[in-house]
């Protein structure tokens, strides 16, 4: 039975579907409000296909970061130990079942996790990750039975046994007791040696892959042998010890069971909303995007923007952390990647007029939700320059302390206990302090952190981020901290404008138009130059539109210098004229005069510049076909006067455009929807759900209609592939066409069309 139950979850009466069709519509939408990542489109088209989904790698992927130390411990147990009782599990972990029964309860509300009266589940996948640390090991029992008798002898004895009289059978089966026993596999573990303890310890973080010959046997020659006294090690029938899965469990968790939330005091300084910083990274971020409206942000030419052309953004602009507001733009689509360099995005003026509370909450939730530390981008090879994507767990790191210190909790007291908080991040110490001094750098500009507690900006946010769709919400929230609030724009009779505060976008554009700046900061200098009001009237300004603007964004009559200073400009402007041509006519004299006075050719509205040379405003294109319409034969020439052949090749495939979010589903409708049509899955809708499903066996039903969605509507997936020569890769792709077994699709990681066969597709994700 596949159906996210699994394995191990097989073996309970009620299946992790059947439970998740039994669950009330409440708390349905709370399970899907968890796990978020379900409620893009394609949704989850019934409870079956729900199960399925809740149950893959990409879903489980964004929910283990999310569970703490004691959830992990108590999912940890019941992957080791299989479907368990609480009260078992109680014991096993040797905490109160009351803790133990609120810890499976978290887990079933995240979706990880179900019950069948009082026997505990886990989802498949989470099952086999948790118990791929001990996946190596065999069990005693088959060890024992290709052991010898006196072997087995000593291991009994050894954990404190009498094995006299007993045969083999007898034997197995009481060592199997003695090494399932927790108190009595602890008890031999104090009684090694040191030496002997530090080699256990290696053996089982070696997950039951090793080899004795490299594991350094004749170095630990004396602590193999006082294991296998002790019981701990059994000799295998080669003479070669092995460590029996049931030890291997016990010790593994060892002191790794549930030990309570920690206690975190209340942060002893005063509370704050976080305007102020609130209004400064707005600032910093549309005097960025400002900037990059008119001149794109210079671009590596292995993408990317460098240090160097950071560094002269943060002289010319005043700003600190260029790498921070470059990274959360880009995240928020405010900020396009072009061959050319990083212009503002087309959608970036919209972004600019709504209220600074819906501008906050867009940028913050951006942050909030990144995978990576803007200010700690270092790699390997360096650093890799914004925005250019990476991998890293720091957004891991980032959220769960967030998280942990709302309330008003002590930052400082959190990051103490960080760790029991996100047990499975993948840093050292120093890389992690590393990432959270970058969290806290960050959450400061933004105005989400002051000092040692979340600002209340801070705290809506973390309320607010799990959501489904959190912007209106934290929008709605923070309005009242973040008023509208006008800049001012003083025009000063020496040319020069002073602002303070941050101009509306008119303003913005106007400035950023007709004027230099000369000094940033809370009042910003900009000074009215003859160059600058030359480009005004080049960007199709006329003098008394650029006066009547003026004097509309400063609220007053402009100062009399700088009247004259538009009128002079004006006075000259457009005193030389640039004629458009796109293209010239060249011939004999009379051809030339025949196609000028040819009737059917009057609309390329062709003007003689020579006897022999005809301009027009047409494109190329449009008057080759022209001409040879008209029954003369042009031939096209470059801009050297060579005559163009064209090459007979194939057209390329078109680039799609940039990935655009899929659409969302709010989890109350969802969860309607799917508990109205009870547990048994839905039939394929369309042809293609049928072919891809006969061509990919191997996929579950939910990752075909990912693939079917991805086809029907242009969206981008995540795949796993496996090419003929049997090599794995992971590809972004947007398919758009099946032919026979193949799939032709755009790949984002080659930017170039590519075809894939069905067959070979391991697994399918959403992207976005």
Same mark, same amino acid.
């Given at each position: 039975?596949?159906?996210?139950?699994?394995?191990?979850?097989?073996?309970?009466?009620?299946?992790?579907?059947?439970?998740?069709?039994?669950?009330?519509?409440?708390?349905?939408?709370?399970?899907?409000?968890?796990?978020?990542?379900?409620?893009?489109?394609?949704?989850? +088209?019934? #409870?079956?296909?729900?199960?399925? +989904?809740?149950?893959?790698?990409?879903?489980?992927?964004?929910?283990?970061?999310?569970?703490?130390?004691?959830?992990?411990?108590?999912?940890?147990?019941?992957?080791?130990?299989?479907?368990?009782?609480?009260?078992?599990?109680?014991?096993?972990?040797?905490?109160?079942?009351?803790?133990?029964?609120?810890?499976?309860?978290?887990?079933?509300?995240?979706?990880?996790?179900?019950?069948?009266?009082?026997?505990?589940?886990?989802?498949?996948?989470?099952?086999?990750?948790?118990?791929?640390?001990?996946?190596?090991?065999?069990?005693?029992?088959?060890?024992?039975?290709?052991?010898?008798?006196?072997?087995?002898?000593?291991?009994?004895?050894?954990?404190?046994?009498?094995?006299?009289?007993?045969?083999?059978?007898? &034997?197995?089966?009481?060592?199997?007791?003695?090494?399932?026993?927790?108190?009595?596999?602890?008890?031999? #573990?104090? *009684?090694?040696?040191?030496? *002997?303890?530090?080699?256990?310890?290696?053996?089982?973080?070696?997950?039951?892959?090793?080899?004795?010959?490299?594991?350094?046997?004749?170095?630990?020659?004396?602590?193999?042998?006082?294991?296998?006294?002790?019981?701990?090690?059994?000799?295998?029938?080669?003479?070669?010890?092995?460590?029996?899965?049931?030890?291997?469990?016990?010790?593994?968790?060892?002191?790794?069971?549930?030990?309570?939330?920690?206690?975190?005091?209340?942060?002893? $300084?005063? *509370?704050?909303?976080? +305007?102020?910083?609130?209004?400064?990274?707005?600032?910093?971020?549309?005097?960025?995007?400002? $900037?990059?409206?008119?001149?794109?942000?210079?671009?590596?030419?292995?993408?990317?923007?460098?240090?160097?052309?950071?560094?002269?953004?943060?002289?010319?602009?005043?700003?600190?952390?260029?790498?921070?507001?470059?990274?959360?733009?880009?995240?928020?689509?405010?900020?396009?990647?072009?061959?050319?360099?990083?212009?503002?995005?087309?959608?970036?003026?919209?972004?600019?007029?709504?209220?600074?509370?819906?501008?906050?909450?867009?940028?913050?939730?951006?942050?909030?939700?990144?995978? &990576?530390?803007?200010?700690?981008?270092?790699? #390997?090879?360096?650093?890799?320059?914004?925005?250019?994507?990476?991998?890293?767990?720091?957004?891991?790191?980032?959220?769960?302390?967030?998280?942990?210190?709302?309330?008003?909790?002590?930052?400082?007291?959190?990051?103490?206990?960080?760790?029991?908080?996100?047990?499975?991040?993948?840093?050292?110490?120093?890389?992690?302090?590393?990432?959270?001094?970058?969290?806290?750098?960050?959450?400061?500009?933004?105005?989400?952190?002051?000092?040692? /507690?979340?600002?209340?900006?801070?705290?809506?946010?973390?309320?607010?981020? *799990?959501?489904?769709?959190?912007?209106?919400?934290?929008?709605?929230?923070?309005?009242?901290?973040?008023?509208?609030?006008?800049?001012?724009? !003083?025009?000063?009779?020496?040319?020069?404008?002073?602002?303070?505060?941050?101009?509306?976008?008119?303003?913005?554009?106007?400035?950023?138009?007709?004027?230099?700046?000369?000094?940033?900061?809370?009042?910003?200098?900009?000074?009215?130059?003859?160059?600058?009001?030359?480009?005004?009237?080049?960007?199709?300004?006329?003098?008394?539109?650029?006066?009547?603007?003026?004097?509309?964004?400063?609220?007053?009559?402009?100062?009399?210098?700088?009247?004259?200073?538009?009128?002079?400009?004006?006075?000259?402007?457009?005193?030389?004229?640039?004629?458009?041509?796109?293209?010239?006519?060249?011939?004999?004299?009379?051809?030339?005069?025949?196609?000028?006075?040819?009737?059917?050719?009057?609309?390329?509205?062709?003007?003689? &510049?020579?006897?022999?040379?005809?301009?027009?405003?047409?494109?190329?294109?449009?008057?080759?076909?022209?001409?040879?319409?008209?029954?003369?034969?042009?031939?096209?020439?470059?801009?050297?006067?060579?005559?163009?052949?064209?090459? /007979?090749?194939?057209?390329?495939?078109?680039?799609?455009?940039?990935?655009?979010?899929?659409?969302?589903?709010?989890?109350?409708?969802?969860?309607?929807?799917?508990?109205?049509?009870?547990?048994?899955?839905?039939?394929?809708?369309?042809?293609?759900?049928?072919?891809?499903?006969?061509?990919?066996? +191997?996929?579950?039903?939910?990752? !075909?209609?990912?693939?079917?969605?991805?086809?029907?509507?242009?969206?981008?997936?995540?795949?796993?592939?496996?090419?003929?020569?049997?090599?794995?890769?992971?590809?972004?792709?947007?398919?758009?066409?099946?032919?026979?077994?193949?799939?032709?699709?755009?790949?984002?990681?080659?930017?170039?069309?590519?075809?894939?066969?069905?067959?070979?597709?391991?697994?399918?994700?959403? #992207?976005?």
């Amino acid at each position: 039975m596949k159906d996210g139950s699994g394995g191990r979850g097989a073996i309970l009466a009620v299946s992790f579907t059947e439970h998740l069709a039994g669950l009330d519509t409440e708390r349905l939408t709370a399970l899907l409000e968890h796990r978020a990542d379900v409620l893009v489109e394609p949704a989850p +088209r019934d #409870v079956h296909e729900l199960a399925q +989904r809740l149950n893959g790698l990409d879903s489980l992927a964004a929910a283990l970061p999310r569970m703490n130390h004691d959830q992990a411990a108590v999912a940890r147990a019941v992957a080791l130990h299989g479907v368990s009782s609480v009260s078992s599990l109680a014991e096993q972990l040797r905490v109160p079942e009351r803790d133990v029964r609120a810890l499976v309860d978290e887990l079933c509300e995240r979706g990880l996790a179900w019950t069948d009266g009082e026997r505990v589940g886990l989802v498949e996948r989470l099952a086999g990750h948790f118990a791929a640390v001990v996946g190596g090991f065999l069990p005693v029992a088959h060890i024992a039975r290709q052991a010898r008798v006196d072997d087995l002898r000593t291991a009994v004895a050894g954990l404190g046994a009498d094995p006299a009289g007993l045969r083999k059978p007898e &034997l197995i089966e009481r060592l199997t007791a003695l090494v399932t026993d927790p108190g009595t596999v602890s008890a031999a #573990v104090r *009684a090694v040696s040191e030496p *002997a303890r530090r080699h256990l310890d290696a053996l089982i973080r070696s997950g039951g892959m090793y080899d004795f010959e490299g594991f350094g046997r004749r170095q630990d020659d004396d602590a193999t042998a006082a294991l296998v006294r002790s019981g701990l090690l059994l000799d295998g029938p080669y003479g070669e010890p092995e460590l029996p899965r049931e030890v291997a469990v016990l010790l593994r968790r060892g002191d790794d069971g549930p030990t309570g939330r920690p206690a975190l005091p209340e942060s002893a $300084e005063p *509370a704050n909303e976080g +305007r102020a910083e609130a209004e400064g990274a707005l600032l910093a971020l549309t005097t960025l995007l400002d $900037e990059a409206r008119g001149h794109p942000l210079a671009r590596l030419k292995k993408g990317g923007v460098g240090s160097r052309e950071r560094a002269r953004l943060a002289k010319r602009l005043s700003l600190s952390d260029t790498a921070l507001w470059i990274d959360v733009a880009h995240a928020a689509c405010l900020l396009a990647s072009r061959a050319d360099g990083y212009p503002a995005a087309a959608g970036y003026d919209g972004w600019r007029e709504e209220e600074p509370s819906a501008r906050w909450a867009t940028i913050a939730l951006v942050w909030f939700g990144l995978d &990576l530390a803007p200010t700690s981008r270092e790699t #390997v090879e360096g650093e890799l320059a914004p925005p250019l994507p990476m991998e890293s767990a720091a957004g891991i790191l980032r959220r769960a302390l967030l998280r942990a210190a709302a309330g008003g909790r002590s930052l400082r007291a959190v990051i103490e206990h960080l760790d029991w908080f996100c047990p499975f991040h993948p840093y050292d110490a120093v890389r992690r302090d590393r990432k959270v001094d970058a969290a806290l750098r960050e959450a400061t500009q933004l105005g989400i952190v002051a000092g040692d /507690r979340l600002t209340g900006l801070g705290e809506h946010l973390v309320d607010v981020a *799990a959501r489904s769709d959190p912007a209106p919400e934290l929008a709605r929230r923070v309005a009242q901290m973040l008023p509208q609030v006008r800049g001012m724009l !003083v025009l000063q009779s020496d040319l020069t404008a002073v602002v303070s505060g941050q101009p509306d976008a008119a303003a913005a554009r106007l400035l950023a138009l007709a004027a230099e700046p000369e000094s940033r900061g809370v009042a910003a200098t900009w000074r009215f130059t003859p160059a600058g009001m030359r480009a005004a009237m080049d960007a199709g300004w006329t003098a008394e539109e650029l006066q009547a603007e003026l004097a509309a964004v400063s609220g007053r009559e402009l100062p009399q210098p700088l009247d004259y200073l538009i009128a002079d400009v004006a006075r000259r402007h457009g005193a030389v004229r640039v004629r458009t041509t796109r293209c010239c006519v060249t011939g004999s004299e009379p051809e030339i005069a025949e196609i000028l006075h040819s009737r059917s050719l009057a609309a390329l509205k062709l003007s003689r &510049l020579a006897p022999t040379v005809l301009a027009s405003p047409s494109e190329p294109d449009e008057l080759l076909t022209r001409l040879r319409a008209a029954g003369f034969a042009p031939m096209p020439e470059d801009e050297g006067g060579v005559v163009i052949v064209p090459e /007979r090749t194939s057209a390329p495939a078109p680039r799609p455009d940039a990935r655009q979010p899929r659409p969302r589903v709010a989890a109350p409708d969802l969860a309607a929807r799917l508990l109205a049509g009870g547990s048994a899955p839905v039939q394929p809708v369309s042809t293609t759900h049928d072919r891809l499903s006969g061509l990919a066996p +191997r996929l579950e039903q939910a990752e !075909v209609a990912l693939l079917v969605d991805a086809l029907e509507h242009g969206r981008d997936v995540q795949i796993v592939y496996r090419n003929e020569a049997g090599n794995r890769t992971v590809r972004d792709i947007r398919p758009h066409e099946l032919y026979g077994r193949w799939l032709s699709s755009w790949c984002h990681l080659r930017s170039a069309e590519q075809v894939f066969s069905v067959a070979g597709i391991e697994s399918v994700s959403s #992207v976005g």
